[in-house]
């Protein structure tokens, strides 16, 4: 069983999941923000690869990125700081990244090497199911959980394929657009997490545009297994970039107000 099946499997309560990108602002900041997150209570450390050309990524994650690649941040770093978070916590963590990294290396090298540095599972935004297959075997051979997202419009009819290929858990999309804070939630996404879980039996968390308590604790009412944060916690690190100490406090401050959110939701 994987780490993040085992966290899942004996889990009481809802997940907090919360994701920052890799290298912002520098390498050793990162770190740092990475161990704030940790201690203020997060059960899941998604770290965002840096590269040139968003995907999903609104303004507060892109101007992450452009601090990243500024600072020096590569691929080899990314693993680098995956095992030093790892020297420090068993906290499961999910790499998330475009397919252009994993190409340029190489699946086999990529995957072997991302296991290698203490990293659980690995998602790529812009690599569909149909043509994962050469990904997804490099992955199983080196004990890789595989997560793949869940878009709004996805079709019911392709949600077989997509569970079926996927471990971990699955990032069910709240929203049509990109990442983001928002100020509500749609309101069809309690219909969205069940249709998800007619479908599979993996875990649902559900992302973008989760930024404050309440929407925690309304992804949980509504039936998920987690909620992920990633905007809100990148914009603390950009308005804190220059002083860690700072950094440090408020990361702590907001994920443990986050994390109790989750753990005040109920048993699942």
């Known amino acids: 069983m994987s780490r993040i099946a085992g966290a899942f499997a004996g889990a009481k309560r809802p997940f ?22 940790v201690e203020g209570g997060a059960d899941i450390l998604e770290i965002g690869i840096p590269f040139t050309d968003p995907i999903a990524d609104g303004p507060v994650i892109q101007e992450a990125n452009v601090r990243a690649l500024a600072g020096g941040m590569t691929t080899d770093k990314i693993f680098a ?7 420090r916590s068993g906290v499961p963590i999910v790499l998330m990244t475009s397919y252009n990294p994993v190409y340029v290396r190489g ?54 394929l997509i569970a079926g290929l996927a471990s971990g858990f699955l990032y069910l999309v709240s929203v049509q657009g990109v990442t983001g804070v928002r100020e509500s939630l749609d309101p069809a996404i309690a219909r969205r997490i069940a249709a998800v879980r007619s479908a599979a039996s993996l875990p649902v968390a559900v992302g973008f545009g989760i930024s404050r308590p309440e929407h925690v604790r309304a992804i ?25 100490a700072a950094m440090q406090a408020a990361l702590r401050a907001y994920v443990a107000g986050m994390a109790v959110a989750a753990r005040r939701s109920g048993a699942l």
């Open 16 to 37: 907090l999941v919360a994701y920052l990108v890799g290298g912002d602002p520098d390498p050793a900041t990162s770190l740092a923000a990475a161990m704030a997150i």
């Open 220 to 244: 949980a009412d509504a039936g998920a297994d987690a909620a992920i944060v990633g905007s809100a916690v990148v914009r603390i690190i950009g308005e804190h970039g220059g002083d860690a």
């Open 81 to 87: 700081l995956v095992r030093a978070i790892r020297e």
């Open 107 to 160: 699946d086999a090298r990529f995957c072997h090497e991302a296991r290698d540095a203490g990293a659980d599972a690995v998602l790529i935004t812009d690599l569909p199911p149909e043509e994962s297959g050469a990904f997804d075997a490099a992955a199983r051979e080196h004990a890789l959980d595989r997560i793949f997202l869940v878009a709004p419009n996805t079709p019911p009819e392709r949600l077989p």
